[in-house]
């Protein structure tokens, strides 16, 4: 397996993981919409192979604080493998090396609404409780699902304010009280 970044003729290949991953349409509209949206820039689009199989998908896209902060902020939103070749290992290499890459690139803080139960295997931990709300509130139910993972410098002390992300993410379909769980990360 090999990860590179993604290019502009890789579409109708990240389309078909997220399609497949899970298994409907609006995840793969999202996806199709964040990567021609100017307000994502800079993103981290990762594709992994296996041989000349595109297997997983990982994008993260540019977010910022309010009030804002001098931290360069990212949100990891979708990430997908496809069911075949889930449980190999292959999402934490997306993350583990979208995560680096991040870090690289001078970003200090990646929030992710994701599955609770496996985002801190990479580090993230619950973002409410240290002061950083969601786009949109989220139901009590949903809190635990609002991370953040930091990658260098200090975490603002004292900080009560909202991420706000790029303008495709910034709608509230993707941040309903009543999100089952399933929608993003
Ligand atoms: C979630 C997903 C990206 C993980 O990719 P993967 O390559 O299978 O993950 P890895 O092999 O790195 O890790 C597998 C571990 O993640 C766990 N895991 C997989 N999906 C999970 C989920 N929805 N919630 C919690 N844990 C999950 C597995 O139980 C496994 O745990 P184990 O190591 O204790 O057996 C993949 O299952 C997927 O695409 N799912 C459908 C789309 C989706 O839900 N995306 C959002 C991700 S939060």
Redesign the pocket.
Known sequence: MRIRAATDGDLANILAIHRA??SDEP?ADLTAALLCDPSTQPITSLLAWVDDTPV?HILFTAAHLQPETPHQISILA??????E???????????TEGLALLALSGVSVVF?L??P???P?FGFMPAGELGFAAPYPLSAKHQTAWMLRQLKGELPQSYVGRVRCAKTLEQPDYWPQSLEG?Q??
Not at 85 to 93: A, E, N, P
């Open positions: 991953a899970f995840v997983g979708p990430l997908a493998v496809v069911p070749w889930q449980r190999r290992g292959i999402g934490r290499s997306l993350i992710v994701g599955h139960s496996y985002y295997r399933e993003l990360g």
